[in-house]
């Protein structure tokens, strides 16, 4: 177990899964992001070809399961432990949203092993189950159909731990160069130049044309690339050719 | 379509779709984050026993997918696309993570309707399906497994939308009307024909030139007025007097 990786130190616990399948895609979804403690209390079939199937490259996740009796034996050392739910309960326990909950359990891994609590695919999580979690996840749905596959709640949970892991890159880097300022006036008076060397924009009676471009190009934060383009073609209309009959 | 709900204008497209299994489990996805409008690009099998079993109570969902025969047809109408990819690529394309998209998406709906856009299931977007598409939107997923389920990557997708719904009081008003995927992508026809007449551009070796201008334009959410003085000028650009010797 990696120290440094804080989604090692987290379980994922299904509570008497019915499909098979559902173990495998959850299993799935774990690794994706990053996650590989599935924990299974009384799954009603497992092992299972579905499940292996289902698992596709994940197959190693589903090898290491550890198969309990009890919810009680699934957390036994854990620190923490919160079910989730698609639907609101009425309970005294105090309810995150799947963000915070997912927050608070990274924080939570510099103390010890956490835990994510999923109940069966039909009902969700008994009561006496919940009662074993300390607080409740909420997965903000359509209340009018809220029915998520367990794989997917899952999926979402595994994917907003990830999100919160503190150093998690998030977005891919492009360096590209951006423009000067001096080198995008240069492009608008060449702009301005070739409009009216073809005839289109009219010195006399410019109406708003000029802002108008310069409005587009001042929302895109151009590059030197990009401005080397387009005065290439400007510079390719050929000011001989073209007439400039406003002129 | 309601307006006041920015969901309803979020079109989800699945390309080439292999499994029917993978249909219905995404509609269900769409559904449980209150989501309807599903696009399925040549689907290979559809409709299927599979993809009903699998949408479980979104049958309606399945019952009003709309099926096209290219991604163009797809996104016709739509103001933005923004296609999804697990992999990083290296593309000229702005790239942002599933939630500064999702939050984008909703932000744009005031302008017309969106579009989510999913490759086939063993290898994603291909490039031309990416070159119709303005933005990447990368699931950071884990480095040495990143290959998630396309109905869990649509799920994360959908629960990041129902995420970034604002308050309706908090959304952008915009007085501007954005140009529409049909006019944008004339306009780029119009850019490549003119820029071959005036001998800039050589379709024998394009280099990366068009790429390099949707990349720019992508970035802008053109104004269908912008679009009409850009393809003013283009059309003001005489080809029989600019020679067009490369061609």
Chains 1, 2 share one sequence.
């Not at 130190?9 to 495998?24: E, F, K, Q, S």
């Not at 008076?189 to 802002?211: D, S, W, Y």
């Not at 409005?215 to 005065?231: D, G, H, M, P």
């Amino acid at each position: 177990m990696n120290r440094c990786d804080p989604l090692d130190w987290i379980r994922v616990v299904l509570c008497t899964t019915t499909h098979p399948g559902n173990i495998g895609a959850a299993a799935r979804a774990l690794k994706t992001m990053g996650l590989c403690k599935l924990y299974l209390v009384n799954p009603r079939y497992f092992p299972h070809p579905d499940a292996t199937a289902m698992a596709a490259g994940a197959a190693d996740v589903l090898d290491r399961a550890i198969i309990c009796a009890s919810l009680e034996e699934a957390l036994a050392g854990t620190v923490k432990a919160i079910g989730c739910s698609a639907r609101r309960r009425d309970l005294p326990l105090r309810v995150l949203n799947f963000r915070d909950a997912a927050s608070e359990l990274i924080q939570e891994t510099t103390s010890g092993e956490v835990a994510v609590v999923y109940g069966t695919e039909m009902s969700g999580l008994t009561n006496n189950e919940l009662s074993l979690c300390r607080e409740l996840a909420y997965l903000p749905a359509n209340p009018s159909y809220s029915s998520l596959n367990l794989a997917h709640a899952v999926q979402v949970m595994a994917y907003e731990l990830r999100m919160a892991l503190p150093d998690i890159e998030t977005m891919a880097t492009k360096t590209y160069e951006a423009a000067s300022f001096e080198e995008i006036e240069l492009l608008f008076r060449h702009f301005e130049e070739k409009m009216i060397a073809v005839g289109f924009l009219n010195p006399q009676n410019p109406k708003r044309l000029m802002q108008r471009l310069r409005r587009l190009f001042a929302r895109t934060q151009l590059e030197k690339l990009e401005v080397n383009i387009l005065r290439g073609f400007l510079n390719a209309i050929k000011e001989e050719n073209t007439g400039g009959t406003t002129l």
